[in-house]
């Protein structure tokens, strides 16, 4: 461990990141359970790129038969990327989702729907929450870290949320109207995760999202819906946003449509999309390839053979009300919240000031692995305890969680 340690710092340089106090290799999955060098056996309750679990024979017999077959870029026919993309936004409620830019990434995705948003309406400004992540490039990142100088187009406001004050819709539309007021150039779209992931999964003020769809669309913009982390039945249906009162213009979607295999969209209405295409002439080499659909249809072909989207409501729904009914076991646990299978226990100094504690969320998060399950921190100060397993994540799965959840919480009470 200790060389393997030592190469990949001389490999990729110091700085890249690793989970965990003492970091883990691991060489096997299967479902929810992930393998390390010497057997062990943890289980995952993190990772949402292998949606369908780890190792699943149906997607992994896609991705070879296809490779075995021909893989390509897209500037020629190809009956199977054509019927991935009808599928895909066939899953969309209603009309204005009817095209899609397929990508390799989120972060090339979201950059695409930027963009978009920007050529439709012939304004810069991009307006996103001061807790949010959306990707990796110099456009997409600078909505990242609130702390650092923001270019003249990029604004940001408050995420919302009932946790802490203010609770009411009211306080944050006002908040991102002040916003879209300090863009220079105008308004051509807001961006936000439907559930808040990045934010730490806060419960949103009723009302919000409408109210913010509302005033975005009266200055002009368009919505944009980040669903890498909501979306492909997370949230316990087939898009974050159907839950959370928000109707997109361009919905994103990212890391489990390929179950690992690099795949992303960005889709909106024909307009749109033609609009991008004639002012960008927009190629990826290695998107809408005959690999990325047939790994692509492999994965939705699961989701619903198994039932997956109903599986991540209630078996989500049952951790979360566990995860409820023991948060009075020590007053380090501030709040439980999320939706489906996305869960998000929030450490806090004391309950009454609610002081963010990060370093607990860490201990707990450590001291979970060293018990074989697997999780990590997040949120906008890092004290939230973040649970996002596979979609085949079970009631009984939950049910050993949760005894392992009691454990670690008696033992750092």
Aim: a neutral charge; charged letters at 20%; one cysteine or more.
């Amino acid at each position: 461990m200790c060389d393997l340690l030592a190469r990949r710092k001389r490999v990729f340089g110091a700085g890249a990141q690793l989970f965990y106090e003492t970091p883990l290799e691991l060489v096997r999955g299967e479902g929810v359970w992930v393998f390390d060098r010497l057997g062990r056996r943890y289980m995952d309750l993190y990772n949402n790129v292998p949606c369908v679990g780890h190792g699943h024979p149906a997607v992994a017999g896609a991705m070879g038969a296809q490779q075995a077959t021909l893989n390509t870029h897209n500037r020629y026919l190809h009956e199977g990327i054509i019927a991935f993309a009808e599928r895909l936004v066939g899953l969309h409620q209603g009309p204005a989702i009817e095209s899609v830019v397929f990508t390799c990434s989120g972060t090339e995705a979201i950059e695409v729907a930027m963009r978009m948003a920007r050529f439709a309406t012939g304004r810069r400004g991009i307006v996103g929450t001061n807790a949010t992540y959306h990707g990796n490039s110099e456009l997409v990142g600078a909505l990242t870290r609130t702390d650092k100088p923001r270019e003249h187009d990029m604004a940001t406001f408050p995420f919302p949320q009932t946790y802490r004050p203010p609770t009411d819709a009211k306080s944050y539309l006002d908040a991102l109207e002040a916003a879209i007021a300090s863009l220079d150039g105008g308004l051509a779209a807001l961006i936000l995760c439907p559930i808040l992931a990045n934010e730490g999964l806060p419960d949103v003020p009723a009302g919000f999202m409408a109210g913010a769809a509302e005033r975005v669309r009266a200055a002009g913009g368009l919505v944009i819906a980040d669903e890498v982390q909501a979306g492909y039945g997370r949230a316990g249906r087939w898009w974050g946003y159907e839950g959370a009162g928000l109707v997109p213009d361009i919905v994103v979607t990212g890391k489990p449509m390929g179950a690992g295999l690099p795949l992303a969209a960005a889709a909106a209405s024909r307009p749109l999309v033609e609009g991008f295409r004639a002012a960008t002439r927009y190629f990826n080499t290695f998107a809408s390839s005959p690999l990325q659909a047939a790994v692509g249809m492999a994965v939705l072909d699961v989701i619903e053979a198994e039932g997956l989207v109903a599986n991540a409501g209630a078996v989500g729904a049952a951790l979360k009300a566990g995860l409820k009914a023991r948060a009075g076991a020590a007053g380090f646990i501030g709040d439980v919240r999320g939706t489906g299978l996305f869960v998000g226990i929030e450490m806090v100094a004391d309950k009454t000031g609610k002081a963010p504690d990060r370093a607990r969320a860490v201990a707990i998060v450590n001291t979970l692995k060293d018990k074989g399950f697997l999780t990590s921190n997040a949120g906008a100060a890092g004290n939230v305890v973040k649970i996002r397993p596979p979609l085949v994540f079970s009631h009984a799965n939950a049910e050993e969680f949760l005894g392992a959840w009691d454990a670690v919480v008696a033992e750092l009470a």
